[in-house]
């Protein structure tokens, strides 16, 4: 592959990869729309001493 067809390669990569990027962060924040936010986990706390 030629240079010129190279970085018009990479630019188009980067762009596609920035596109999807911010389309994955819409989808995120729509599903916890949907969803909510997680339910909470059990933990267990220890205590020493006084």
């Known amino acids: ?3 010129e067809k190279q ?3 990479d630019e188009a990569r980067i762009s596609t ?4 990027s911010d ?3 819409t989808v995120l924040e ?3 729309g949907l ?6 986990r059990a933990f ?3 205590f020493a001493g006084q």
């Open 30 to 32: 729509r599903l916890v």
């Open 1 to 3: 592959m030629n240079e």
């Open 7 to 9: 970085a018009d390669y």
């Open 44 to 46: 267990t706390l220890t």
């Open 17 to 20: 990869a920035l596109e999807a």
């Open 23 to 25: 389309h994955l962060d």
């Open 35 to 40: 969803v909510g936010p997680p339910a909470p």
